[in-house]
T-cell receptor, first 117, second 110 residues
Framework: DARVTQTPRHKVTEMGQEVTMRCQPILGHNTVFWYRQTMMQGLELLAYFRNRAPLDDSGMPKDRFSAEMPDATLATLKIQPSEPRDSAVYFC???????????????FGEGSRLTVL | EDQVTQSPEALRLQEGESSSLNCSYTVSGLRGLFWYRQDPGKGPEFLFTLYSAGEEKEKERLKATLTKKESFLHITAPKPEDSATYLCAVQEKGYSTLTFGKGTMLLVSP
């Protein structure tokens, strides 16, 4: 049963600390997305990769957030330093999206719930 | 202005009481509209893709329809297990990413 795996599921940290979230996309999927979900804003796109290349990270605060995909089985989202306003659920999603095609069938992980005190 | 607006924000139904959820969108060119279901503590799960006005898709008690300005998710004779948040998302022509609405939280009571 293929699925997207995210770690950690829950993280409580103090303001100023570094936080790293990890995602293992579904094998064979070529596109990986990072979303953030809050009650107020809903799901917001932070960044995405196709074939491991970063295509768009305009949704991320550049001074503190970074996203990488060191290999096809791992995507990371790092926050340094973390702030209370970063408290949210962070989702990774993967899909098989070809250029020029509609690509909305995404498979989401269960999310990493981050609380910054 | 939000590109995707869902209504109502929350909906409470009795088991067997049919209803519809609305998703209105304002993108200039629609490539696709998507419905997802999200259970508490879980990630969204894909339900349907709609590409053009007039298209309909069905899955069990759910039927999604699309016009040029909005989509409806019709729920026929819902059961408690249909309780979830339903998210609508659009993909605009020229873009590879989805823009999500804030969702409708559906609660079906036995």
């Amino acid at each position: 049963d293929a699925r997207v795996t995210q770690t950690p599921r829950h993280k409580v940290t103090e303001m100023g600390q570094e936080v790293t979230m990890r995602c293992q996309p579904i094998l064979g999927h070529n596109t990986v997305f990072w979303y953030r979900q809050t009650m107020m804003q809903g799901l917001e796109l932070l960044a995405y990769f196709r074939n491991r290349a970063p295509l768009d990270d305009s949704g991320m605060p550049k001074d503190r957030f970074s996203a990488e995909m060191p290999d096809a089985t791992l995507a990371t989202l790092k926050i340094q330093p973390s702030e209370p306003r970063d408290s949210a659920v962070y989702f990774c999603a993967s899909g098989l999206v070809q250029i020029g095609e509609v690509g909305g069938e995404l498979f989401f992980g269960e999310g990493s719930r981050l609380t910054v005190l | 202005e939000d590109q995707v607006t869902q209504s109502p924000e929350a909906l409470r139904l009795q088991e067997g009481e049919s209803s519809s959820l609305n998703c209105s969108y304002t993108v200039s060119g629609l490539r696709g509209l998507f419905w997802y279901r999200q259970d508490p503590g879980k990630g969204p799960e894909f339900l349907f893709t709609l590409y053009s006005a007039g298209e309909e898709k069905e899955k069990e008690r759910l039927k999604a329809t699309l016009t040029k300005k909005e989509s409806f998710l019709h729920i026929t004779a819902p059961k408690p297990e249909d309780s979830a948040t339903y998210l609508c998302a659009v993909q605009e022509k020229g873009y590879s990413t989805l823009t999500f609405g804030k969702g409708t939280m559906l609660l079906v009571s036995p």
